[in-house]
Nanobody
Framework: QVQLVESGGGLVQAGGSLRLSCKAS???????????MAWYRQAPGKQRELVVT???????NYADSVKGRFTISRDNAKNTVYLQLNSLKPEDTGVYYC?????????WGQGTQVTVSS
């Protein structure tokens, strides 16, 4: 079984930065085994939306709303994927979720709250 645990969220002023982490764990689990990983977010009263996704060996694909401000990275040794959030805006507020696809299965973390004040 795969477990994903997000952390790093918090309250920040507009223009500020945060770094989110998503650590994968489980017997024999390695992020290198996943077909794809992604970060999603869900604002209050809105549907969950894709922030960034990347496939094994591929380049990240960012949502237009975060291009140039958010950066995804990974540390294979720590089995962790990071999302650097820069130049944050109030509209970036929401719960950020990590997702991993290990086809045919899909795994989600519990989410971490990001709140950006104006």
């Amino acid at each position: 079984q795969v477990q994903l645990v997000e952390s790093g969220g918090g309250l920040v002023q507009a223009g500020g930065s945060l770094r989110l982490s998503c650590k994968a764990s489980g017997s024999g689990v390695s992020i290198n085994q996943f077909n794809a990983m992604a970060w999603y977010r869900q604002a209050p009263g809105k549907q969950r939306e894709l922030v960034v996704t990347f496939t094994s060996g591929g380049s990240p694909n960012y949502a237009d709303s975060v291009k140039g401000r958010f950066t995804i990275s990974r540390d294979n040794a720590k089995n962790t994927v990071y999302l650097q959030l820069n130049s944050l805006k109030p509209e970036d507020t929401g719960v950020y979720y990590c997702n991993a696809e290990w086809r045919p299965l899909s795994f989600w973390g519990q989410g971490t709250q990001v709140t950006v004040s104006s």
